[in-house]
């Protein structure tokens, strides 16, 4: 693709950056073929190839960010498909995230967007306060028919049950069974240990039980993801300086083989800190080792090996590969290798390389598209007719089970469980499925 930026404007390291992405783009098309709201939608605009024509000529053409332009921005799910689809190499993630800061720092959305948007860049990064906004919508529940749509949306998507809060995600150390093989650092995450403690939980089993000492280090905590794809760049950017100062503690004092990651979301952003801080002079060296260390958990276990099954399960499980874990992070075979390991039947899914819908705030934010690509999601797992699904990321979790009465849990829970550790409870009253 040609372009035409001036001097002035390459001098500006996010502009000089989308210049070079644009320029690898030939409008062969083969993106389309794999987004998901183009697959919806059927509009050009829609497609990664029409939203780089518009985010070309509004960054070339230096102009504020227009209601049709931040409309089809908006309705980017940030799936990366396009990614893994692309001969020419395009880096749509950069490219999209630039463009999603120049529209919220050039267009002013109406005020009812703007305060929903600020709400959820304020609580879902902070545990406290997102546990707070949770007992809010808890109480709103029985009044959500009187609430405008998206807020109605809010209160009827949030849990009915709120978790107590989890001893393991305090800074802790937690020791390895055995001799110790490698010592890594965990991010507790900010959501996750709100909605399903358990998680990290059976992360932290998982690992020690396989010889590993685990530290929660203090003063790690939201990855910055949320708030990065809502062009909140600098407030994702502190988030991740800060997880950067912690982990480095401990990377100049006991040591870390990896930072361990098991939302992928957050995984796919750790792993680009030295690019989100390559112009940071005090951070962008010490952001770089630390994107070197991030690894999905799926990638540790399968380094580590798994030890053979405590129990010998039967069940077929649909494995979902989260959209940030396949197209994002490129690991693929992982997560199914250990879960055939462990002695489960894996089965396919149909079109698994589309989105189920739920990118961080997006349900929110496109709620008529995400519940479309969730239907389209669950009538495909539903057509395989598993036992139990697993994924690796939070998000798709909590929304794929929103739409199936099909137990879904985190791939680490199963791989627990199978290696000693206690049934899920979302398996409870399944359990007979798993013999």
Known sequence: MQTNFSLAQLADSGVAESEKILRNCVHCGFCTATCPTYTLLGDELDSPRGRIYLIKDMLENDRPASAKVAKHIDRCLSCLSCMTTCPSGVHYMHLVDHARKHVEETFRRPLGERLLRSMLAVTLPSPTLFRLSLIGALMARPFAGLLPGRLKGLVEAAPKTIHPRSAVDQPQVFQAEGTRRARVALLSGCAQPVLDPQINEATIRLLTRHGVEVVVAKGAGCCGSLTLHMGREAQALVAARANVEAWMREVEGDGLDAIVINASGCGTTVKDYGFMLRDDPEWSEAATRIAALAKDVSEVMLDLGLEAPARQPKAKVAYHAACSMQHGQKVVEQPKSLLKAAGFEVTAIGESHLCCGWAGTYNVMQPEISGKLRARKVANIERSKPDVIAAGNLGCISHIG?????????????????????????LEQHETRLQ
């Open 402 to 426: 929103g739409g199936t009465d099909i137990p879904i849990v985190h791939t680490v829970q199963l791989l627990d469980w199978a290696t000693g550790g206690p049934l899920p409870k979302a």
